[in-house]
């Protein structure tokens, strides 16, 4: 084969063409439409539901720090954010 050659790529399937069942769980999940108006937004992906709703959801802000605060907090590893949000809470006695 020629280097400047592209290998043959899978050929495409339509999903509409695919013989696939849909679970009671995944019809729960997916999006409704009605004369093409969203009705229900879809919850989560084919495979897995989506997160649970928060009684106390949190809202995303725009927010400058310091690259040194950012930076140490990052290096603590995963959720750095919510450790942020738990010293301001602790800073504001809250």
Known sequence: ???KTMP???PWID???VDVEWTE???QRAAVYVGGQ???PANGTWTRP???VS???KKQ???RLDPDVIEKFRATGKGWQSRINAELRKALGI
């Open 1 to 3: 084969m020629n280097q």
């Open 8 to 10: 043959d790529k899978e």
């Open 15 to 17: 999903p509409d063409d």
């Open 25 to 27: 769980d995944q019809f």
């Open 38 to 40: 969203l009705v229900s």
């Open 50 to 52: 989506g997160r649970p």
């Open 55 to 57: 009684e106390n959801p």
């Open 61 to 63: 802000v725009t927010l």
